[in-house]
């Protein structure tokens, strides 16, 4: 189906493939890493300022 | 409601997490399509079914290059407004330009390969695309080396700026130099010189990336904002603790 140098187009195609999904993940990872220790923090009660302001 | 209303983390967090999943899902099907489309393309008189790594290489080269152009219009935010979010934008961009600038020439090389019988030539188009990796590893490496992050923040847009006279170089390199890498077919005067049945496949891939780098970029400011918000929190508790 891909000719004699199907070899060289599957390489394109999956090395980009496992770039932009590693990138993707790695967003993806990084963002619920970030979410899951602001989440910790306000739960002891450490808030922003602009935050506080609207609790009170 | 006013852009400048826009143009705060907080407003931007709110708006973002709205559009990010749309723009992520229409990422993943404009992207569906374009490979469809791609595969069920006729292949290349000359160079036969080696054309399908175009629908990629092609999309990532004009990414890197827009990319970089956003990074530019970050860096003048940056210097001229020192608006916390075009640093967020220039800090969270500089990696996904640097992934899409290197998929440009892997994907090249592999086309490369079997069309030209190299991976590499140093010819004018292929350098200045390296050129232009090594500006984004450049302005990851420069950032990470200044602790103080304003001061880093100045000093990548400055570099940034000064870099971008290598994004005309790449576009034009193969109109000003004699070289081995073949001159647009896409974006040039009189049209373009490939087949529609080629063309639109390959549109759509573009389109498809263009949104999957908007989606990542736009998550990566959304992370960027939030990390900023937990070391400013983690201080403030840490000066709690110590006054307690």
Known sequence: MLGEHGAFILAAYGVSALALGALALSTFLQGRAVRRRLGELEARGVRRRSARRSLS | MALMDLANPTRFLALSGRVLPWLAGAAVLALAI??????????????????????IHVPFAWLAMFGYTLLALSAIGILAWRH???????????????????????TGSLWGRPMWGTYWVWDARLTSMLVLLLLYLGLLALRSAIEDA????????????????????????????????QPASVFRMGGSTIDSSMLWPLMICALGFTLLMLALHMAAMRNEILRRRLRSLEARAAAEAAHA
């Open chain 2, 150 to 181: 304003s001061q880093a923040g100045r000093a990548v847009a400055v570099l940034t700026l000064v870099g971008f006279v290598n994004v005309p170089i790449v576009k034009f390199s193969v109109d000003w130099w004699n070289t081995l890498h």
């Open chain 2, 84 to 106: 916390p979010l075009a640093d967020v934008s220039h800090k969270a961009l500089a990696p996904i330009g640097a992934v899409f600038a290197f998929l440009c020439l892997i």
């Open chain 2, 34 to 55: 374009g490979f469809i489309l791609a595969f069920r393309a006729p292949a290349d008189y000359q160079q036969g079914e080696t054309v399908k790594i175009m629908y």
